[in-house]
Structure formats: structure tokens, C-alpha cells
């Protein structure tokens, strides 16, 4: 649990990546994985601290890379291992029943929710492993709607705390609350079928 609080502040995650020295990328890249797998502390915090430490590119091949990797381990998991414990506990905690998955569900419509922040990560990448639906499917439409959150949230740390651009922060901010507000009228107007919600949501 104190891992976790330390987690959720930027400056200090940073300070604790660069303390590995050359294995600092790797380090970086498996608290991607498994913030993908078991998001207990924020992708934003992780992925902005990636854009301090290591630069835009490295920091977005980092987050991007390790957000998919633990985005294909959670739907491995939830696909082989546990998957009525997983069901249950979704709909038990999030209100999601992924029993009731629309079976018009495809590639497209996960990158969509990959894009805007529709649903839950975790339900997104357990639905899909649950649901059967093929695993290469499932790769290339993560690996799409992946790359603009990777983008904004590397891109700001590297505005707020290394070029001091304040002007780009306020840009990247303004895009990342206009695509919260945007996926929030969609699920509100039911605009996009994924996943229905379980009884007495």
C-alpha cells in the first residue's frame, strides 16, 4: 500500500525510476504492464513521469508499449484463469456485466473506448478476453487506441516540468478534459453499445 501512495505522486516516481540507473527504462516498462494489468495508481502520473525522465519518444514508446503489454496480460488472465471470479467481481464493483457484452462489439469500437475513457481499462481489456473475442483483433485495436492517451499524458509532463511550456500544457489539458466530457455525453446518451450495465445500475 505505501508503494501505491508513493505511485500516485509524479516527482516522486520519477526520483525512484531514475534511481536504477541504465535499468530505469525497464523498470519503467514493467510498472506500465502492470499498471495496465491492475490500475491501482494512475496511468497520467506514470506516463507523465515517463515524458520527465526519459523524453517524448522514449517516454511514449514506454507507455504505450507497457500500457498494451499489460492491457494483453489482463485479457490472458481474465481469459484462462479466472474468469467467473473476474466476471463476478466486475459486476460486483465496477456495475458492469460482462455477460451482457453487445455482439456487435469490434475493432473499431475498441479503439473508440480506448480513445475516449468510455468504460473502465480493466472492464475494456476483461470484457474482451471473456467475450472470446479473437486475440489479434483485440492487440491492433488496443494498440491503436492507445497511442493518444500515450501521447497527452508524455507530452505534458515534458511541457510542465522539463520545457516549462505552459501554453502546450494548457492545449494538452483542454484535450484531454474535452475527451473526458465527450465520452462522458456518449455513455450518457448511450451513443456507443459495448457493455450493458448489470441489474440495479
Same mark, same amino acid.
Given at each position: ?15 525512484? =525510476?531514475?534511481?536504477?540507473?541504465? #535499468?530505469?527504462?525497464?523498470?519503467? &516498462? ?10 491501482? &495508481? ?8 515517463? !515524458?520527465?525522465? &526519459? ?6 514508446? @514506454?507507455? #504505450?508499449?507497457?500500457? @498494451? ?6 485479457? #490472458?488472465?481474465?481469459?484462462?484463469? %479466472? ?14 456485466? @460482462? ?5 456487435? =462489439? ?14 473502465? /481499462? ?9 467475450? !472470446?473475442?479473437?486475440? #489479434? ?11 493518444? /492517451? %500515450? ?11 522539463? /520545457? ?13 478534459? =474535452? /475527451?473526458? @466530457?465527450? %465520452? ?18
Amino acid at each position: 500500500m505505501e508503494m501505491i501512495a508513493t505511485f500516485k505522486d509524479m516527482a516522486t516516481i520519477t526520483s525512484y =525510476m531514475r534511481n536504477f540507473g541504465m #535499468w530505469a527504462p525497464l523498470i519503467a &516498462f514493467i510498472l506500465f504492464t502492470l499498471q495496465a494489468a491492475f490500475p491501482v &495508481f494512475p496511468y497520467i502520473i506514470l506516463a507523465s513521469a515517463g !515524458g520527465i525522465l &526519459f523524453g517524448f519518444k522514449t517516454g511514449f514508446l @514506454l507507455a #504505450w508499449s507497457g500500457a @498494451l503489454a499489460g492491457a494483453c496480460l489482463a485479457y #490472458w488472465i481474465s481469459r484462462y484463469v %479466472a474468469s467467473d471470479w473476474v466476471i463476478e467481481q466486475v459486476k460486483d464493483r465496477l456495475g458492469y456485466d @460482462l455477460t451482457q457484452i453487445d455482439n456487435r =462489439m469490434a475493432f473499431w469500437t475498441i479503439v473508440l473506448v480506448r480513445v475516449l475513457p468510455i468504460f473502465p /481499462t480493466p472492464v475494456i481489456n476483461v470484457a474482451a478476453g471473456v467475450s !472470446g473475442m479473437p486475440f #489479434w483483433s483485440f492487440f491492433f485495436s488496443s494498440a491503436i487506441g492507445k497511442i493518444p /492517451t %500515450a501521447v497527452l499524458y508524455t507530452g505534458l509532463g515534458i511541457c510542465l516540468f522539463n /520545457t516549462h511550456d505552459v501554453k502546450m500544457a494548457i492545449i494538452i489539458i483542454a484535450a484531454i478534459a =474535452m /475527451t473526458a @466530457l465527450l %465520452a462522458h455525453f456518449l455513455k450518457k446518451e448511450g451513443k456507443i453499445s459495448f457493455i450493458k450495465p448489470g441489474k440495479g445500475e
